[in-house]
């Protein structure tokens, strides 16, 4: 390759002079001065970032990583009118290890002092004006101003359904489970409702009440919404005597003269996939030698079973989910009750509580959505369980987490995510 080393290259024919042929580059090397080409406003940028202290060139711009601590760049000293420099954050670190933007000699916004750059990802382009004001910040943005989009997974579990009583009641159904993976930007406000467990039912039928709903939505995002699971039926009326519809259904109970108590119906509201199951129906024609058993409560896995002879149902298993980092199992039904000689039915996996023959019945297990055990006497009308809170809980990319939170939340991480998850309601900030 020739290199040519001249003085001064001129035209002797005409005004212009061209360098380079059509469809070439010519090129300025980093670190290399220009003058009389009339810079209005933009830099040549070296894009090999620096990391270490140095004082910059008219002309140019600078990616400044401060990953490994703080740097100063120097502005030119005895600068010119149209003089111009950049500065990006490279690492987006700015807000950690600061850079300082040393005035060179010269004003800087007229003062006599140093500049100071810490907001994080901040690019900002300084122009020299004259010597009373010096350098003035003629453009200045984010990264944030041009968002990306990135996934996260969201697990939404509603409160369960509590279960019934009088003298003997169904279990409670758990509360919906729903799961999705979103693409969300920076600065979309995801809001979080997590719904309570559904309230033991009062005198005198004691039917156990509906879990209610929880939620995640937001602007740009599709809001997922689980239903509330259905409270366990009574035998305190034939009104009563069926179990709840809802994100899982709850379990049917009986009474004397009556056809036996059904099952409530699970996934409803339909959504697909399905949030939940049906509950168990009652076995109460047997009478008591059979222990009037009562159906289970469904549960997000599976339906919640018949009583069946001497046996109240069970619970309907919950659905395991590694949304945290190891499988936990969620949203199991509460097991119904039985009376005298009966037995009485065990939770479903995943927060269902086991029905009981007692003075006090079991509730489903805190944000789990599971569902409230079925109870039956002995002694006198007494309500089921309540069941168990619901919870919503965020995966989010770690490098695209932003920290901005509110109300009842926890954090934690998981290999490369970080994991929020909400017992109450509150909100998360892409």
């Not at 009556?258 to 399905?274: A, F, I, R, Y």
């Not at 919950?318 to 936990?328: C, D, E, K, L, R």
Request: proline residues 4%; contains cysteine.
């Amino acid at each position: 390759m020739s290199k040519i080393e001249v003085n001064t290259v001129d035209t002797q024919c005409g005004s212009t002079l061209t360098l380079g042929s059509s469809g070439k580059t010519v090129t300025l090397a980093c670190g290399a001065t220009q003058s009389g080409f009339g810079r209005t406003g933009t830099v040549d940028w070296c894009t090999t970032a620096k990391t270490s202290p140095l004082t910059a060139v008219s002309g140019k711009g600078y990616f400044i990583n401060t990953t490994g601590g703080a740097v100063t760049v120097t502005l030119p000293s005895s600068p010119s009118a149209g003089d111009i420099v950049a500065i990006k954050d490279y690492a987006n670190t700015f807000d950690n290890n600061n850079l300082t933007l040393g005035r060179g000699g010269s004003n800087i916004a007229g003062k006599a002092a140093c500049g100071l750059l810490s907001q994080e990802g901040i690019a900002t382009t300084l122009v020299y004006v004259d010597g009373t004001k010096g350098w003035l910040v003629t453009d200045s943005g984010l990264q944030s101003e041009v968002p990306q989009p990135y996934s996260m997974d969201i697990l939404v579990v509603a409160g369960g359904g509590a279960g019934g009583g009088q003298d003997h009641g169904g279990g409670g159904g758990a509360g919906g489970y729903r799961t999705s993976t979103q693409s969300v930007t920076v600065g979309t406000v995801i809001t979080a409702t997590v719904g309570g467990g559904g309230s033991a039912g009062g005198a005198p039928l004691y039917r156990g009440g509906p879990g209610v709903a929880s939620s995640a939505a937001g602007p740009g995002i599709t809001d997922i919404t689980s239903a509330g699971g259905g409270g366990g039926g009574s035998n305190g009326s034939a009104s009563t005597i069926n179990g709840l519809n809802g994100g899982s259904g709850g379990g049917g109970a009986g009474m004397g003269g009556q056809p036996e108590g059904s099952g409530g119906t699970g996934n409803s509201p339909p959504v697909s996939p399905s949030q939940g199951n049906d509950g168990g129906d009652s076995n109460y024609g047997g009478g008591a030698p059979q222990g009037y058993p009562t159906g289970g409560g469904g549960g997000a896995g599976a339906v919640g079973a018949d009583g069946s002879g001497s046996n109240a149902g069970n619970g309907g298993a919950g659905t395991a989910s590694s949304i945290t980092g190891s499988p936990v199992t969620r949203a199991g039904g509460g097991g119904g009750s039985a009376y005298t000689n009966g037995t009485q039915g065990s939770g479903g996996a995943g927060g269902g509580a086991a029905g009981v023959r007692g003075t006090t019945a079991n509730a489903g297990t805190a944000n789990t959505g599971g569902g409230g055990g079925g109870r039956s006497g002995p002694a006198g009308c007494q309500p089921g369980g309540a069941g168990g809170s619901g919870v919503v809980i965020l995966s989010v990319p770690t490098a695209d987490f932003s920290g901005t939170t509110s109300g009842t939340v926890a954090q934690s991480t998981s290999g490369s995510n970080t994991i929020l998850t909400f017992t109450g309601d509150g909100t998360y900030t892409t």
